[in-house]
């Protein structure tokens, strides 16, 4: 392969890990109500996978407190931080990064009546290989 190609790709790379390490998240678009519909028919307590992305209903008798140790769990996790909310707020969105190149999933929770609704879901791309629904199971 000559050299200005591989200089090319090489710089292709980077510029493509830069976008993804660097990428602005809005709030606005990260920090909503997970869709109430992707939760019907789901049993508390199961996770449920989706593609690019998982959903899970935790009950609680205390949705809010059961929030407050979540953001604890989650703020515990490598690589994984608050975009925005509280709990105070009733809902959290936390964007969780992979180790290697950085790429953002977003996981929001919200504490209803029934409990807490989690929703995680990838930024880039269509397959999430199954880390979100296992980032549910641990958390």
């Given at each position: 392969?000559?050299?200005?190609?591989?200089?090319?790709?090489?710089?292709?790379?980077?510029?493509?890990?830069?976008?993804?390490r660097l990428a602005p998240s809005d709030p606005a678009r990260w920090h909503l109500a997970p869709p109430a519909d992707l939760f019907q028919g789901l049993q508390p307590g199961q996770v449920k996978p989706l593609e690019g992305a998982a959903v899970l209903i935790l009950p609680a008798e205390d949705p809010a407190a059961l929030l407050a140790r979540l953001d604890a769990v989650a703020l515990a996790t490598p690589r994984t931080r608050r975009l925005a909310g509280s709990p105070d707020e009733g809902r959290i969105t936390w964007i969780t990064r992979s180790a290697l190149w950085g790429f953002p999933d977003y996981t929001t929770a919200e504490a209803t009546p029934q409990g807490l609704r989690l929703y995680a879901r990838l930024r880039f791309g269509r397959s999430d290989m199954g880390v979100n629904a296992a980032r549910l199971r641990d958390w």
């Open positions: 392969m000559p050299r200005g190609a591989i200089v090319t790709v090489a710089l292709l790379v980077a510029g493509g890990a830069g976008y993804v």
